[in-house]
């Protein structure tokens, strides 16, 4: 082995290079790892993945730096927290308030009811995920910061019976 690939190597932990968004085999593995469980020491990722700690260290802040891993987060069930009535509401804002799409759905994500805000292409533009104590609450969510509102043509509720997470993405 040259004096090159050996160097490679002790950087890579022997990984070898992809096209795919400039990841290779132990970014992936580590971003997988990371998935299941965010809160893994650093030297059992390094173990699971086959690489040593340093290593392991260096790639994960080198993943944080370019912005391929964007936070670590708690998993609170949120009926546990008195909010065990959850809804997918789907929002089609009127054709002239489209300019202020952006600013609509940022100020709905700062609602204490809403977990996820999706900006949508299609005939909604905003898919809202939210979690309220009971039925009481989600009408008065709807009401008060979506129909009551001048920009919203229109409103779908569904109401959530379970969520499933997915742990892992194609990496």
Same mark, same amino acid.
């Given at each position: ?11 890579? +932990? ?13 970014? &992936? /593995?580590?971003?997988?790892?990371? #998935? ?10 390094? #173990?699971?993945?086959?690489? /040593? $700690? ?23 069930? $949120?009926?546990?927290? +008195? &909010? +065990? ?13 489209? $300019?202020?799409? +952006? ?8 609602? $204490?009811? %809403? &977990?996820?805000?999706?900006? @949508? ?20 969510? %709807? ?5 009551? &509102? ?8 569904? @109401? %959530?019976? #379970? ?9």
């Amino acid at each position: 082995m040259s004096d090159d690939r050996s160097s490679h190597d002790a950087l890579t +932990g022997g990984a070898r290079r992809s096209t795919f968004g400039g990841l290779d085999d132990l970014d &992936r /593995a580590l971003l997988r790892e990371l #998935e299941r469980d965010g809160r893994i020491s650093n030297k059992d990722l390094a #173990e699971r993945v086959g690489v /040593a $700690p340093s290593t392991c260290h260096t790639r994960v802040a080198a993943l944080r730096t370019r912005g391929v891993l964007r936070g670590f987060h708690a998993d609170v069930d $949120p009926e546990a927290v +008195g &909010r +065990g009535l959850q809804a997918v509401i789907a929002v089609r804002l009127q054709a002239g308030a489209r $300019p202020q799409l +952006g600013a609509f759905a940022h100020a709905l994500a700062a609602r $204490p009811e %809403v &977990r996820d805000v999706y900006l @949508l292409g299609g005939s909604e533009d905003i898919l809202l995920h939210v979690a309220v104590h009971d039925s009481r609450a989600l009408r008065a969510f %709807v009401v008060e910061h979506l129909s009551a &509102r001048r920009e919203v043509a229109h409103t779908q509720t569904s @109401l %959530v019976f #379970e969520h499933l997470h997915a742990p892992t993405t194609a990496v």
